[in-house]
Structure formats: structure tokens, C-alpha cells
């Protein structure tokens, strides 16, 4: 029962839709997006939704029908593979918004998703570190940074991130081998590149 709830958290709070919570934060928070029409929202939200979780996810699904059919054995080579591609997935939604001014904020978002992404993979080459967390994190180093700049305090944001981090990370440590500084170097990694990117573009 413990294991069926730690898969549903690890879905509920996978990094493939943390981007498009992050998306609706500012969208629908006190970060001065709210007044973006209905259109503008939707637009944005499609392409943050294409770009980190749709075309990621098909990626993923090709990736394991590769090693169901014995197309490939090589988990973690095929698991790099698959960063990558959604690196690219990240920069393709960076260039789309890239022809509209008006979402400068969702570009970083995206760019900055695309540096991370190569970063923990480069970083998995030595030593393990939680995807999942890492993603929260960002979320959490994001609107550190813009409180910071724009000069508000979404204390309850901030709050519910942090616990929402740790509940997905215990999910992860009862679904996989993962120890606890995986969990943890996850979400300070996270942390430290969003907000040094949105605290400084």
C-alpha cells in the first residue's frame, strides 16, 4: 500500500509536470502574469506542456518499447539519450515563445529548464542525484529569486514547495535505491541554478 502511494506521489510531482505547475504559479499567483488573456494563457501553457511533457514522455515511452523489444539493454546510456532529448524539448518551446516579447519570464523558465536538464545529466555521469527533487527545487529557487526582485513574500508558495519537495522525495527513496543526499544534492542543485538564472537575467 506504502509503495502504490509512493508511485502515485512520484506521477503527482514528476519532473515532466513540474514545469507546467511552475507555469500556472506565475500565471495564477501574485506575480503580475495574472493579467495575460485567456489566450495569451493558453497558448503559453500549450507550449510548456508540449515542450517539457508531452514530447518528453513519447520520448520516454519509445525509449522503454525499445528495451521491451531488445532494440536496446543499455538503461543508462538510453536514460542519458532520453535527457537529452528532452534538453532539446526545452530549448524547442525556449525559441517558440522566443517570437512573443510579452513572455520573456516563460522563456527563462524554459532556457533555464533546458541548462539544468544537461547539467544533472552531466553530473549523473559521477554520482547518483534525484531528478524529482531537483525539479522542485528549481520551482523553489524561482520564486525565491523573483520575490526577491519583484519584492513580495509568497511565504505559503515557498512553504508548500519546500513540503511538496520533501513528500516526493520520501516517495522516491520507498520507490528506488535512492539515499538520502541524492534526494537532498537534488533539490540544493535545483535551488542554485534557478535562482542564480532568474536572480541575474
Not at 98 to 120: D, E, Q, R, T, W
Amino acid at each position: 500500500m506504502i509503495r502504490k502511494l509512493a508511485t502515485l506521489v512520484t506521477w503527482i510531482f514528476s519532473p515532466l509536470l513540474i514545469p507546467s505547475y511552475a507555469a500556472l504559479i506565475l500565471l495564477y499567483t501574485s506575480f503580475h502574469y495574472t493579467l495575460f488573456s485567456w489566450p495569451a494563457k493558453r497558448f503559453l501553457l500549450i507550449v510548456v506542456f508540449a515542450s517539457t511533457a508531452l514530447m518528453p514522455a513519447l520520448t520516454v515511452i519509445i525509449s522503454e518499447f525499445g528495451k521491451k523489444f531488445g532494440l536496446s539493454d543499455r538503461k543508462t546510456y538510453d536514460n542519458r539519450v532520453s535527457m537529452l532529448f528532452v534538453a532539446l524539448y526545452y530549448y524547442l518551446g525556449f525559441y517558440l515563445l522566443n517570437k512573443m516579447p510579452m513572455y520573456a519570464i516563460f522563456k527563462i523558465l524554459l532556457l533555464a529548464g533546458s541548462i539544468l536538464v544537461v547539467l544533472l545529466m552531466i553530473i549523473s555521469l559521477w554520482k547518483e542525484i534525484s531528478n524529482e527533487t531537483a525539479a522542485l527545487g528549481a520551482v523553489f529557487g524561482m520564486l525565491v529569486a523573483l520575490s526577491l526582485r519583484i519584492g513580495i513574500n509568497p511565504v505559503l508558495l515557498l512553504s508548500g514547495v519546500a513540503l511538496s519537495a520533501g513528500i516526493s522525495g520520501t516517495a522516491v527513496m520507498l520507490r528506488r535505491d535512492m539515499g538520502i543526499w541524492a534526494i537532498l544534492s537534488g533539490f540544493a542543485f535545483g535551488v542554485t541554478v534557478f535562482f542564480l538564472i532568474f536572480y541575474l537575467l
